[in-house]
């Protein structure tokens, strides 16, 4: 089976410019959460969205925006990128809600 | 609120030690607990997960046990290995204001010297 794809790997934006970072999760699981991992902050909540809708929302200003497709496949958007952004944002996908959760690689955002 | 606390922040051991690493939570009210461990720069990987109803969770050299009523999990990791060498992270999940949530700790940096 395979596991959790993020798309891209890796990012290098300007401030002000606008990314989008895809996340598809393991056949069958209708959950899907974002994370933000800084060395500073630590792996830090993003969102959750289970069934096409978010469930879940962390302390992130509403720069950040998710959706999630039919196919339970997710999207994440960042809009007027900052350099306080660069970051490495995980996607995790769970059978369901509370479930365990199976994180994909990564998508590595660099903002100069 | 629930708080997730790793003690030590890192460790370094040499090969071939037992070893636990430590994880507490402030509320009990949880629906279960994972183990991740993570490489630098990559995504994490499910270690271990115990439900609530359990006390104890095996895979391999690994061991993990959870005491709901005192806020403490525990990863045992048998005979370290270099290749053992890595962040772990516990994380949990509860039911609170009409959802499931996680909680991550900031995790144990562990090295494992040849």
């Known amino acids: 089976k395979a596991g959790v794809t993020q798309t891209p790997r890796y990012l290098i934006k300007t401030r002000g410019q606008q990314v989008t970072l895809s996340c598809s999760p393991i056949?069958?699981?209708?959950?899907v959460s974002w994370y933000q991992q800084t060395p500073g902050q630590g792996l830090q909540f993003l969102f959750e969205y289970f069934s096409e809708t978010q469930r879940n929302k962390g302390n992130f200003p509403g720069r950040f925006s998710g959706r999630q497709f039919s196919n339970s496949r997710s999207e994440m958007n960042v809009s007027t990128l900052e350099l306080g952004d660069s970051a490495l944002y995980l996607c995790?996908?769970?059978?369901?809600?509370?479930?365990?959760?199976?994180f994909g690689p990564g998508t590595r955002l660099t903002v100069l | 609120k629930q708080e997730v606390t790793q003690i030590p922040a890192a460790l370094s051991v040499p090969e071939g030690e037992n070893l636990v690493l430590n994880c507490s939570f402030t509320d009990s009210a949880i629906y279960n607990l994972q183990w991740f461990r993570q490489d630098p720069g990559k995504g994490l990987t499910s270690l271990l997960l115990i439900q609530s109803s359990q006390r104890e969770q095996t895979s391999g050299r690994l061991n993990a046990s959870l005491d709901k009523s005192s806020g403490r999990s525990t990863l045992y990791i048998a005979a370290s290995q270099p290749g053992d060498s890595a962040t772990y992270l516990c994380a949990v999940s509860l039911w609170t204001s009409g959802t499931y949530k996680y909680i991550f700790g900031t995790g144990t940096r562990l090295k494992v010297l040849a």
């Open positions: 056949s069958g699981h209708r959950s």
């Open positions: 995790a996908s769970s059978y369901g809600q509370g479930n365990e959760q199976f």
